[in-house]
């Protein structure tokens, strides 16, 4: 079974640039959430996504958004980059059934601001 | 505002030791994650913890829930290399992950022989 696949794995981008990150649910899953991990503020909660429509979504600024596709699917932007967003963005899917809610992470998009 | 704090940061050990992890979180909630991460790589699944008492056993890795105590504690019995690693805990505290989960800052595991 295929997991969680995100892509680009690694990119650079510069100062005032925009970002788009892409992630591929296990297929079945039809939450997909995203973070970002960045060594002083930890792993951060950005948005959750289930059945295309946002449920909730962390204490970011609005730069930060997404959308999901009715394959489930996914995509985080970024607009008008910050040297701060140089982060690894992960991108996890999720049952969220009557099971456990157990989180399955990609490997995530490690992206670099300059 | 959830909070959740993993005790210690760090930890140097070496192997053959037994040692725990505790995590602990600042709201009620019944739902609790354990996850280990690589240098480099992604977040795995350890544990997911989902009532008060809650125990769950892994090879040398045992994790439980107190939910009354908002704790729960991740222990390493005989300690080998290869469990050298991050190790983070995080808690839903909406009970239904609707908020998403909130992490702890990581304890960073180096066993050493």
């Known amino acids: 079974k295929a997991g969680v696949t995100q892509t680009p794995r690694y990119l650079i981008k510069t100062r005032g640039q925009q970002v788009t990150l892409s992630c591929s649910p296990i297929?079945?899953?039809?939450?997909v959430s995203w973070y970002q991990q960045t060594p002083g503020q930890g792993l951060q909660f950005l948005f959750e996504?289930?059945?295309?429509?946002?449920?909730n979504k962390g204490n970011f600024p609005g730069r930060f958004s997404g959308r999901q596709f009715s394959n489930s699917r996914s995509e985080m932007n970024v607009s008008t980059l910050e040297l701060g967003d140089s982060a690894l963005y992960l991108c996890?899917?999720?049952?969220?059934?009557?099971?456990?809610?157990?989180?399955?992470f990609g490997e995530g998009s490690r992206l670099t601001v300059l | 505002e959830l909070k959740v704090e993993q005790n210690p940061l760090f930890l140097s050990m070496q192997e053959g030791k037994n040692y725990t992890i505790y995590c602990n979180y600042s709201t009620t909630s019944d739902r609790l994650y354990w996850y280990r991460q690589d240098p480099g790589k992604s977040l795995e699944s350890l544990f997911v913890l989902l009532s008060n008492g809650a125990v769950k056993q892994e090879g040398r890795l045992m994790a439980s829930l107190d939910t009354k105590a908002r704790l729960s504690t991740l222990h390493i019995t005989a300690a080998v290399h290869d469990l050298s690693a991050t190790y983070f805990c995080?808690?839903?505290?909406?009970?239904?992950?609707?908020?998403?989960?909130?992490f702890g800052k990581g304890t960073h595991l180096i066993i050493q022989p």
């Open positions: 297929s079945g899953h039809r939450s």
């Open positions: 996890a899917s999720s049952l969220r059934a009557v099971n456990t809610g157990e989180l399955f």
């Open positions: 995080a808690v839903d505290g909406s009970g239904g992950g609707a908020d998403g989960l909130t």
């Open positions: 996504y289930f059945s295309e429509t946002q449920r």
